[in-house]
């Protein structure tokens, strides 16, 4: 099990299983909403659950084809990721506590990263999102 909380401790959630994938996202929302890029943890959507502070998780919809949900925590701005548990969930991996036990491999959506910001290292990179082969 892999446990996450936001910076004030209100929200709490915990992964059970393996997370499919480790990512750094450079997309325009990453870059607004928690600074140039966030790591992104990904898995099947029944393994997150919200232990704690269900009603303290506000949600912004980017009205855009694109509908994940940006979720942050109310009392401390903590950028959380999709927390809905649809097929996928979709984390931010800088609000774990625990070890995930993987290594990011791929950068996502480097179109729209900034100029200024060099990725130094051989990681994978895609211009857009990255889906994998079924
Ligand atoms: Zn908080
Ligand atoms: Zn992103």
Redo the contacts with the bound molecule.
């Keep these: 099990m892999i446990k996450g909380?936001?910076?004030?401790?209100?929200?709490q959630f915990q992964i059970t299983g393996e997370p499919h994938s480790l990512s750094y996202c450079h997309c325009s929302r990453c870059r607004k909403a928690a600074g140039v890029f966030s790591a992104v943890l990904i898995g099947k959507g029944d393994d997150l659950s919200i232990t704690e502070?269900h009603d303290?998780i506000a949600k912004f919809v980017p009205d855009s084809e694109w509908k994940l949900e940006r979720c942050f925590?109310?009392?401390?701005?903590?950028s959380l990721g999709d927390m809905a548990t649809g097929d996928i969930y979709v984390v931010a991996a800088s609000a774990l506590d625990d070890e995930p036990k993987i290594r990011p491999t791929l950068h996502i959506h480097t179109a729209s990263k900034p100029d200024w910001y060099d990725i130094v290292d051989d990681l994978k990179k895609f211009e857009g999102d990255y889906l994998p082969e079924k």
């Design positions: 909380s936001c910076l004030c401790g209100k929200v502070g303290d925590c109310k009392n401390c701005g903590t």
